[in-house]
């Protein structure tokens, strides 16, 4: 894949998403919502970078967000920024990289004002599906609680 300008290239298109996400993430429940939505991703800078805007469903509410991916060719590195429409907030950023098929991205947020680690994870990924994992850690990522499982399967 050269130098990993590329390695999202999958991802471009529109997808149907059907996923879960864990109500209360450190509440040790496994009380998960079942989430329903569509995903359109879009390349930007000439493939150093794409867009995607999603349109998700739970509980009787619509969430539209999406995700923000830039390369950094220097550095060989990938940054993903999540995008909020309700709050117009950009979310910290999360950092890593393809390891082969496997993306692998790392970075620092707050859950009700604690600090915590948060990864991102690409995985299972054939021209017409993949999923996707973010899980929190607490304890300088020793361990990781899964809070979102996303299987997105090509339009």
């Known amino acids: 894949m050269g130098d990993g300008r590329r390695d999202f290239d999958f ?14 993430h450190f ?4 009380n998960w919502e079942p989430v329903s939505g569509e995903t359109r991703v879009i390349s930007i800078l000439d493939g150093a ?3 995607d805007e999603d349109r998700f469903r739970w509980s009787g509410q619509v969430y539209v967000g ?10 060989r590195m990938w940054t993903t920024y999540g ?3 309700d709050s117009g907030a950009v979310q910290p950023p999360q950092t ?5 098929e496997r993306g692998e991205f790392f970075g620092d947020d707050q859950e009700d004002g604690n600090p915590i680690r948060v990864r991102h994870l690409y995985f299972n ?5 993949c999923r996707w994992e973010q899980a929190f850690s607490v304890d300088q990522e020793e361990s990781w609680v ?5 299987d997105f399967t090509r339009v």
Do not use: C, E
């Open 11 to 24: 991802f471009i298109g529109r997808w149907r998403v059907n996923a879960k996400r864990l109500r209360r």
């Open 27 to 30: 509440a040790g429940d496994q």
């Open 49 to 51: 970078g794409n867009l």
């Open 66 to 75: 999406g995700m923000l991916r830039l390369y950094d060719a220097k550095r």
């Open 83 to 85: 995008l909020d429409r």
């Open 96 to 100: 890593g990289h393809f390891m082969g």
């Open 125 to 129: 990924i054939s021209p017409r599906s």
């Open 146 to 150: 899964t809070n979102w499982i996303i």
